[in-house]
């Protein structure tokens, strides 16, 4: 099983630049000049698909961005932690996928059960 992320397809650069499953965030394409996580993701989720292609028996996860207990290096609850503190107070166009550290384990339980190549 690979772990990806929705960051494969990463956010749009702009409304010139709309993104589905079928684009990915490698090659600059998106408008935008640098997003190195979404970008490494992608990388390695096509190395994954490689493999498949190759006979390996390959499930994929798109995560979307993680929160939940056990964050204590505030890594990715900064911005809801701010937000309820009133620090933060702005909203962007679009969105974020959240989902709840606990859902992903379940969601990779349940790939490695019933996922297929």
């Known amino acids: 099983m690979f772990t990806s992320s929705v960051a494969t397809v990463g956010p749009a650069g702009g409304p ?17 000049a640098d997003f190195r996580y979404g970008r490494t993701k992608a990388a390695g989720e096509q190395a994954a698909l490689e493999a498949a292609k190759g006979g390996l028996d390959v499930v994929i996860t798109n995560p979307g961005f993680v929160i939940g207990p056990g964050d204590i290096h505030r890594v990715s609850s900064w911005p809801v932690e701010e937000y309820l503190r009133g620090r933060l107070r702005f909203t962007v166009p679009g ?12 969601g990779h339980l349940q790939a490695e059960e019933h996922g297929r190549s």
């Open 16 to 32: 010139g630049h709309p993104r589905d499953e079928g684009a990915w965030l490698v090659d600059g394409d998106d408008g935008r």
């Open 95 to 106: 969105g974020l996928s959240y989902v709840d550290a606990r859902d992903v384990v379940t």
